[in-house]
């Protein structure tokens, strides 16, 4: 029997926050600086996502749920980033921008998928967060079905307690991420989720299971929480209510590539779950779930509800081909949990030639696995004009699906990718050398708010198919 998720759209999520951008500097490293004994980095990419409570509200909107994010930046080219990949991503911003002062920056330099340095770029704000308009009737929490309290320790929530009184009067439950030993500043909230190395800078470390779960009632009756959930990495969770017995889950097995952004994945998908409607036990498996596709994956990442549905329902798509999209969601699933980099370009290809090979070739060098999408027949004949297509859709995806450097392929009606892309969330998104600049690429905004990559393939000189429709016409040889 399929298993079924929550319906997502009927959530209405507020996070509140410390919102900052991460910014990640990748590239190879093959000698040892001369002039101290580091590795030398040669950059090929500079690439930004949100970051804090950006990429919490970041994953629950990846789930199709409703969420309004509230926080401070600074009034800066890098707020104005954050603001617009947040947006594209379907998020709805009430970001404060302070004037004189500085987003938070955290900087990465990776290479070969290992995180090498982190450099961080950050000020105090000097204005106070005020949540007293959010807190008053009618203000926002009127309007939402949970409230998340993302705290980085970086100001927003230095007094947390007006929101929670507020959102518990109105029976909004309040999830949080602590920060620091003081949990009694929480105090009323519904949930924390604190990862192990929080939970016992609290408690003290726990030799057992039996004594985790002691001390966690302990805190959930000294702090009025309905439940805490400590997020305990190979070993699973753990979450222990105030009423019932404690419930153990086991992490999910894959190999673990990064966990960057899980704690926020787990606070997201708690909260979008509880918010649409399941029961905290239900929230809590598909939280595991969604933990465990996470850490499967590089970088900080969003999980979407096919993911949860198919990792869930433990469905296995086709290995090639051309696909249906519901195939392909499966198949994406299983290629993630292997680990495997997903690859993602589109466009008419109503005519295959050797450039189309030469940049499909180079597109699947840039990861493991490569997904072509291929306009239908009605969206081409708008984009190309008359007397297009030449040749049916099915056909174009049919040798598209025989060339090796092609894993799927997959048909859509759009006249653009968008869709697809906030639904398939690649890794990378590539597109052919015709295009000077990445921002001229349809989809590349919505690609990095979820921590994705954007490329431009080379061209080969001399190919391209309305010159070579042009030759067939005119007679002349090509």
């Known amino acids: 029997m399929e298993s079924q998720l929550p319906d997502f759209d009927r959530a209405r999520v507020l996070v509140v926050g410390d919102i900052m951008l991460d910014r990640y500097c990748e590239g190879e490293v093959s000698r040892v600086s001369p002039e101290a004994p580091v590795p030398v980095v040669t950059v090929d990419s500079l690439r930004d996502r949100p970051g804090g409570a950006g990429n919490v509200a970041l994953a629950i909107a990846a789930l199709g749920a409703h969420v309004r994010l509230i926080g ?52 105090a704000p000097e204005a106070a967060f005020d949540p007293m308009p959010l807190a008053a009737p009618g203000g926002r929490l009127a309007a939402c079905t949970a409230l998340v309290l993302s705290d980085y320790a970086k100001g927003v929530l230095h007094d947390p307690q007006p929101l929670i009184r507020a959102a518990r009067a109105a029976r909004v439950p309040v999830l949080v991420d602590p920060k620091g030993p003081d949990f009694t500043r929480y105090r009323g909230a519904t949930l924390l989720t604190p990862n192990l ?28 929480l309905e439940a805490l959930l400590v997020t305990r990495a190979e070993r699973g969770m753990t979450l222990v209510r105030a009423d019932g017995e404690a419930l153990h889950l086991p992490a999910r097995e894959r190999e673990v590539f990064d966990v960057t952004g899980a704690g926020d994945t787990v606070i997201g998908v708690l909260a979008a779950a509880l918010a649409a409607g399941a029961d905290l036990r239900e929230a809590t498996v598909l939280a595991n779930i969604g933990a465990g596709l996470a850490v499967g994956r590089f970088g900080a990442v969003a999980i979407s509800a096919p993911e949860l549905r198919q990792a869930l329902a433990g469905e296995a798509g086709p290995e ?56 239908g027949d009605a969206s081409l004949a708008r984009l190309k004009g008359p007397g297009r297509p030449l040749n049916a859709q099915h056909r174009r995806m049919a040798v598209l699906a025989g060339l090796a450097a092609v894993d799927w392929v997959v048909g859509f009606d759009d006249d653009t990718p968008e869709a697809l892309l906030q639904l398939l969330q690649p890794e990378v998104l590539v597109k052919g050398g015709d295009y000077a600049r990445k921002e001229e690429i349809v989809g590349w905004q919505i690609v990095e708010a979820y921590g994705g990559e954007v490329r431009i393939a080379e061209q080969l000189p001399g190919a391209s198919t309305s010159a070579l429709v042009d030759s067939i016409i005119g007679g002349s040889k090509y």
Do not use: W
């Open 197 to 224: 190395r929080e939970f016992e800078a609290v408690t003290g470390v726990c030799a057992t299971e039996a004594e985790l779960e002691a001390h966690a009632r302990t805190l959930v009756a000294d702090l009025q």
């Open 72 to 123: 401070q930046t600074g009034d800066d080219p890098d707020a104005t980033t954050l603001v617009s990949m947040l947006e594209a991503a379907g998020v709805t911003c009430g970001i404060e921008r302070l004037a004189g002062r500085d987003t938070t920056v955290k900087l990465r330099v990776i290479a070969r998928r290992q995180q090498l340095l982190r450099l961080d770029f950050e000020r």
């Open 320 to 375: 090639r081909g051309v696909v249906s999209l519901e195939q392909l969601q499966a198949a994406l699933s299983q290629a993630r949990a292997r680990g495997e980099r997903v690859v993602f370009t589109n466009g008419c290809f109503d005519l295959l030639h050797a450039g189309h090979v030469s940049y499909l070739e180079q597109a699947r060098r840039m990861g493991d696995r490569l997904v072509v999408a291929v306009n």
